[in-house]
């Protein structure tokens, strides 16, 4: 079974923040958002943490070259598969 929203952030239950705003909404799965609406703030995200690296350790060529490959060779469900897997470990 999959975890809500809130678990793996610092979050309590109807304490007014901006994540019990969007589990109120959206539910503690985002369940009301369709699958576009998942990737899209998944990649919105992503994209900030990327910029915003401290490190700027950059993507390695492997990274790179799977991605190509993820963009001229899977189809739109496949490609929708990948993002929604889970890539948190439980703790």
Known sequence: MSKPVGYY??????????????VEYFGDQFQNMTPTEKCWLLYRIGYHLWFHDAE????????????SRIESELGA????ALTLKKHIPSP
């Open 9 to 22: 952030a610092n979050y309590t239950p109807f304490d007014g923040s901006l994540i019990d705003q969007m």
């Open 56 to 67: 700027a350790l950059g993507v390695r060529s492997e990274v790179e070259n799977a991605m």
């Open 77 to 80: 469900g496949d490609k929708l």
